[in-house]
């Protein structure tokens, strides 16, 4: 199984989301990544998103 470095990953999820929005299917034949692996790396963007809009101020910095 291959590794891919978090900057890779962060860089490849970037294009997934607003507002560039570029195709799991699309990403995946670029990024030579599988569809499913690019789908668990936005999934996991995501709800890192949403449980970062809930913290408190002082929890953020």
Known sequence: MARHAQAFKDRVVA?????EVLPV???????????A??????SA???????ASTWSAAARL
């Not at 299917?25 to 569809?35: D, L, N, P, T």
């Not at 692996?37 to 936005?42: A, G, M, V, Y």
């Not at 963007?45 to 449980?51: H, R, T």
């Open 15 to 19: 294009r997934l989301l607003a507002p």
């Open 25 to 35: 299917s699309e990403a995946a034949r670029q990024y030579g990544v599988s569809v």
């Open 37 to 42: 692996t690019l789908e668990r790396w936005r």
């Open 45 to 51: 963007a995501l709800g890192e998103a949403a449980s």
